[in-house]
């Protein structure tokens, strides 16, 4: 019988009955793994406890937050913090157990392969998408809603092996997200008195479609 690997991995969920199940199955070799809920009306949560999760609800907070309120119940030293739309590729789960063993820093990034409508973006920055996802159960994220982040690490390490992400189903679905991120973005700013500016409106937009297609 295969050992699973000492480490706890931390999923945030709101209605992720489409993929929930797939995340998890392919996560059956991590020791435990923590579904934090934002309270979703669909059967995230029957699923994830059904592929073995312990599943926790965490209501009307930022995925930061979710994912702190699963980090705070792991039982294992090091945590693996992902999404739902993200599988671990052989090569990071070899790697993992490697590092695991005689872990060499306080945190470690993981790059990820990002994929749209079947292929992998692997210009612009999203060929250089790179996170730090894991970590020291003592460390936190913070509490932004937008573009959430571990906080006050300094020692990182980097891990080889990617993680696939894929995170819109269509260009409906990617529409859709846009749209949220945008909402909750301007209200973020809007709550720090941040106001719009010509600039914001017209320059940043040119700024990086240049960066994003020329520059990287």
Known sequence: MVM?????????????????????????????VIVADGGSSDRTAELARS?????????????????????????????????????????????????????????????????????????????RDWHVRLFRRHRRFSAERVHEHLEAVHDVGELRGPIVHVPYRDLTHHLEKMMVYARWGAQELHARGHRATAWDILGRPAWRFVRDYFWY
């Open 4 to 32: 699973p690997v000492p480490l706890t991995v931390v999923i945030p969920t709101l209605n992720e009955e489409r993929q929930i199940a797939a995340a998890l199955e392919a996560l059956r070799w991590a020791d435990e």
């Open 51 to 127: 592929h073995g999760a312990a599943v926790i609800e965490v209501r009307g907070e930022s995925i930061g937050l979710q994912r702190n309120a699963a980090i705070a119940r792991a039982r294992n030293e090091w945590v693996l913090a992902l999404d739902a739309d993200e599988r671990v590729t052989e090569a990071l789960r070899e790697e993992l157990v490697r590092v695991l063993a005689t872990p060499a820093h306080e945190a470690y990034r993981v790059r990820c392969e990002n994929y749209f409508l079947g292929r992998e973006r692997s210009r612009g920055r999203w060929g």
